[in-house]
């Protein structure tokens, strides 16, 4: 079945630091959504990728969608204290309407 | 909107016992999904319901589990007898028909079996 897998697990970083999150799936995605889990909270969307090559931004988050619709990628600039939490991919694969999630990437800073 | 709402928030019970978690999704969202998050296995998709209907129960892991929609307005996660191992947070989050697929979870119910 189709997996979606996400690197590094965790990450620490110093506050001010930079911060990047990848995401690979085993199968060509229709779209590829983010979200991000603060500690003891719930999931919560950011953003959906849909083209091929696709870059959005959100103040210092920049996310990417691969030229081949498997991979992408969160690249955080600057990081601060409210970035803390649990980055998640999640995709689907066209017609299929169940998102799969990658394991998440947890991120801690030390301000 | 009050979002997706689900109770009980905590739920502590013995092995052996039934234990029924409810969700409530946003009004007018025609997808229902349980989820399930551990730290060993990630967030995992239990089932999912389009309009009430269950399409994909594949991740409801042993027949102890059971989901029901009444209706559009409610859902149930059974879990008859609990073990141990079903301690976890679960998550139920709604969809809208079309537009851009996201979804919104609720707070979660964090389940543990002693």
């Known amino acids: 079945g189709q997996q979606v897998m996400q690197i590094p697990q965790y990450q620490h970083v110093q506050e001010g630091e930079d911060f990047t999150t990848y995401c690979n799936s085993s199968?060509?995605?229709?779209?590829i959504q983010w979200y991000k889990q603060r500690p003891g909270g719930h999931p919560v969307f950011l953003i959906q990728?849909?083209?091929?090559?696709e870059v959005k931004k959100q103040k210092r988050l920049t996310f990417q969608f691969g030229e081949a619709k498997k991979n992408s990628s969160l690249h955080i600039t600057a990081t601060q204290t409210t970035d803390v939490g649990t980055y998640f991919c999640?995709?689907?694969?066209?017609?299929?309407?169940?998102?799969?999630f990658g394991q998440g990437t947890r991120l801690t800073i030390n301000p | 909107d009050a979002g997706v709402i689900q109770s009980p928030r905590h739920e502590v019970t013995e092995m052996g016992q039934e234990v029924t978690l409810r969700c409530k999704p946003i009004?007018?969202?025609?997808?229902l999904f349980w989820y399930r998050q551990t730290m060993m296995r990630g967030l995992e998709l239990l089932i999912y319901?389009?309009?009430?209907?269950?399409?994909?129960d594949s991740g409801m892991p042993e027949d102890r589990f059971s989901a029901k929609m009444p209706n559009a307005s409610f859902s149930t996660l059974k879990i008859q007898p609990s073990e141990p191992r079903d301690s976890a947070v679960y998550f139920c989050?709604?969809?809208?028909?079309?537009?851009?697929?996201?979804?919104?979870f609720g707070p979660g119910t964090r389940l543990t079996v002693t």
């Open positions: 990728l849909v083209k091929s090559g």
């Open positions: 999640a995709g689907h694969t066209q017609g299929a309407q169940k998102l799969v």
């Open positions: 199968t060509t995605l229709s779209n």
């Open positions: 319901f389009n309009n009430n209907v269950p399409i994909d």
């Open positions: 989050a709604s969809r809208q028909a079309g537009g851009a697929y996201e979804q919104y």
């Open positions: 009004s007018g969202h025609n997808s």
